[in-house]
Antibody
């Protein structure tokens, strides 16, 4: 049974750095075709992919946010961490950790419950 | 502004069929498969369709997906009240090496 769970602060101040941790179970992030991604959703708005860490440790980032994002994985702890710098009120969103599986195309097949992060002074 | 384009809303009466469209470009829908997600208020999205037309175990066969060129569609037949939700399309985009999403369609069952 695949599960993912996000943890981190619910409130950050403008210009601060956000660190979110995804703890997962039921799969290995070292399995070919598997990656863990971060996806966010501002209140009432659409989903936006942020970053992914592949099974072979390749990392990819959203073009518009790449200068602010760092993703990393700790295979031994079954965790993936996202660091986002210079947080601003527009970054207020629910941040989802999700598994992407690629076989005959790629899809987000499992999602965490989401972590609402509010950016406010 | 989302990379993929969906109508913001759709509505139909119970028992009827509704389709939701999703328009993209050559770097995403035109060259990769499409997935669809169902999201209820306050909860995470759920995978509904993958590889353009495949259903994960547990998804009713009332839901179906298709693609033509740079556009895709989700069809729901025999509409039920519990289908009232937000629906998002997504496709891998070769130019970003990641998934791009549509803006979402809110489905209302009248």
């Amino acid at each position: 049974q695949v599960t993912l769970r996000e943890s981190g602060p619910a409130l950050v101040k403008p210009t601060q750095t956000l660190t979110l941790t995804c703890t997962f179970s039921g799969f290995s992030v070292s399995t070919s075709g598997v990656s863990v991604s971060w996806i966010r959703q501002p209140p009432g708005k659409a989903l936006e992919w942020l970053a992914r860490n592949d099974w072979d440790d390749d990392k990819y980032y959203s073009t518009s946010l790449r200068t602010r994002l760092t993703i990393s994985k700790d295979t031994s702890k079954n965790q993936v961490v996202l660091v986002m710098t210079d947080m601003q009120p527009v970054d207020t969103a629910t941040y989802y950790c999700a598994r992407i599986f690629c076989s005959n195309g790629c899809r987000v097949d499992f999602w965490g419950q989401g972590k609402l992060v509010t950016v406010s002074s | 502004q989302s990379v993929l384009t969906q109508p913001p809303s759709a509505s139909e009466t119970p028992g009827q069929r509704v389709t939701i469209s999703c328009s993209g470009s050559g770097s995403n829908i035109g060259s990769n498969s499409v997935s669809w997600y169902q999201q209820f208020p306050g909860v995470a999205p759920k995978l509904l369709i993958y590889s353009t037309d495949k259903r994960p175990s547990g998804v009713p066969d009332r839901f179906s997906g298709s693609k033509s060129g740079t556009s895709a569609s989700l069809a729901i037949r025999g509409l039920q009240s519990e289908d009232e939700a937000d629906y998002y399309c997504a496709a891998w985009d070769d130019s970003v090496n990641g998934p791009v999403f549509g803006g979402g369609t809110r489905l209302t069952v009248l």
